[in-house]
C-alpha cells in the first residue's frame, strides 16, 4: 500500500510535448481513474509511474521516496495490460506463479498466494488451464491474479476491459471494483470509457493534450465540470450547448439564443449574472433537464425532432439548435417520432454557465 505523488511530470518525445507538468497528489488504498482522449497522455503517465517510460522532467514519490531512477521491479508495481500478457504454453497457475518463482519464493508461501489469489478471482477450476481454452473474461481474471499474487505498493490497469464484450465489460467491472474493496491497495487504472471511470473510480483525473482539466470525484464532475471541456467528455449523452446572450426582460434576466428564444434565467442564478448583461456566454444543460413542457415551465423551446432513441426505460430526443444537435430525455409513454413538434421544457435551475473562454462560472444552487 502507497501513496503516489507526481511533481511537474512532463514527458517529451523531441520537440513533441506529450505530458505539461503534471502534479497530482493520490492518496494510499485510492481508487483512481485516468480518463481523455486518445492522445491525451494518459497510458504515458501510467507508464512513467510504472517505470516503462522515462521522466523528462518532474519526480515521481512512492510513499514520498523519489523512484525517477527506480526500475520497475524496485518500485513494486504490478500491472495489468489490455492484451492480458500471459504466457501460452504455461498454466493459468503457473502464469500467476511465475514473479514470485522468479523470486526464489518459497514454494508453500506461492502455492498459498496463488489459492488465496484463485479464490478471490473465482478462477479454481482453472488453475490447471492453459490461456487458449479461456474466455477473455478468464484470461482477464488470470491477469489480475499474476498481479495480486505479488502483494504490490500499486496496482496499475492499462485499459484492461477494452477487449471484452459490452456484457463481460460489466461483470468484470464489478469485480474489480469489489476487489479494490477487498484488497485496500493503491490502484490506478486508464480508461477511455467514460462510464467505467463514473462507477468505479473514488476520483477521476480528465486529461486533455498533457495537461489536467479537473480532478475529482464522479459526482463533483458531473454536477460541477471545471471548463466546456469536462462538461462534454463527461455525460451520455453529452451536455447540451446554447450560445446565448444576457438581457433584461420586464425585470427578468433572459438568456437569448441565436434563434430567437427568451428563456428566463433561474433566481438562483440570475443575482450572480447580472452583471455579465449584453455579454455572449454559453449555457449548459444535461439532457435530463430538457423534458416534457408542463404547465409551471419558464423557458421552453419548441422544436423538430431529428432523432429520436427509444431505450425502454427513457426516451431521447434530438433536435437543432443554433449551437448544433440537442438531446433531451422524455417518458416512453410520451412515444414521439422524428419529424413532430415538440415543448420541451429547460430546467433552468440546473444551467451551467461558461464564460468565452470556456471556463466555468461558479454558481451558487
Not at 299 to 307: E, I
Amino acid at each position: 500500500m502507497a501513496s503516489v505523488t507526481l511533481k511537474n511530470i512532463k514527458k517529451s518525445y523531441g520537440n513533441v510535448e506529450v505530458l505539461r507538468g503534471i502534479d497530482l497528489a493520490i492518496d494510499d488504498r485510492e481508487f483512481i481513474m485516468f480518463i481523455g482522449p486518445s492522445g491525451c497522455g494518459k497510458s504515458t503517465l501510467l507508464r512513467m509511474i510504472a517505470g516503462l517510460e522515462t521522466i523528462t522532467h518532474g519526480d515521481l514519490l512512492i510513499n514520498e521516496q523519489r523512484v525517477n531512477d527506480q526500475s520497475p521491479a524496485q518500485r513494486d508495481i504490478a500491472m495489468v495490460f489490455q492484451d492480458y500478457a500471459l504466457y501460452p504454453h504455461m498454466t493459468v497457475r503457473q502464469n500467476m506463479a511465475f514473479a514470485l518463482e522468479e523470486r526464489k519464493t518459497a514454494r508453500s508461501e506461492i502455492n498459498e498466494r496463488v489459492t488465496n489469489a484463485a479464490k478471490m478471482l473465482r478462477i479454481e477450476a482453472l488453475l490447471d488451464r492453459k490461456p487458449k481454452a479461456l474466455s477473455g473474461g478468464q484470461r482477464q481474471r488470470v491477469a489480475m491474479g499474476r498481479a495480486m499474487v505479488r502483494n504490490p505498493k500499486v496496482f496499475l490497469f492499462d485499459e484492461p476491459l477494452s477487449n471484452l464484450d459490452a456484457k463481460l465489460r460489466i461483470d468484470v467491472r464489478a469485480e474489480i471494483k469489489d476487489l479494490a474493496k477487498r484488497l485496500q491497495t493503491t490502484m490506478i487504472f486508464v480508461t477511455h470509457d467514460q462510464v467505467e471511470a463514473m462507477t468505479m473510480a473514488d476520483r477521476i483525473v480528465i486529461l486533455n493534450e498533457g495537461v489536467i482539466q479537473q480532478v475529482g470525484t464522479p459526482e463533483m464532475l458531473y454536477e460541477h465540470p471545471a471548463n466546456l471541456f469536462v462538461a462534454t467528455f463527461i455525460g451520455a449523452p453529452t451536455m447540451n450547448l446554447f450560445k446565448v446572450t444576457l438581457a433584461e426582460d420586464s425585470g427578468h434576466l433572459v438568456a437569448c439564443t441565436s434563434q430567437g428564444d427568451r428563456l428566463i434565467v433561474s433566481s438562483e442564478h440570475a443575482d450572480q449574472l447580472r452583471q455579465r448583461l449584453g455579454q455572449t456566454l454559453t449555457m449548459g444543460l444535461r439532457p435530463e433537464h430538457v423534458g416534457e413542457s408542463t404547465e409551471q415551465s419558464v423557458a421552453t423551446l419548441n422544436v423538430r425532432l431529428s432523432l429520436v432513441e427509444p431505450l425502454g426505460s427513457d426516451t431521447y430526443v434530438y433536435f437543432e439548435t443554433g449551437t448544433g444537435r440537442a438531446v433531451g430525455r422524455v417518458s416512453p409513454q410520451c412515444k414521439p417520432r422524428i419529424g413532430d413538434n415538440m415543448h420541451l421544457d429547460l430546467h433552468m435551475q440546473h444551467a451551467h454557465w461558461f464564460d468565452q473562454y470556456g471556463s466555468a462560472l461558479a454558481m451558487q444552487s
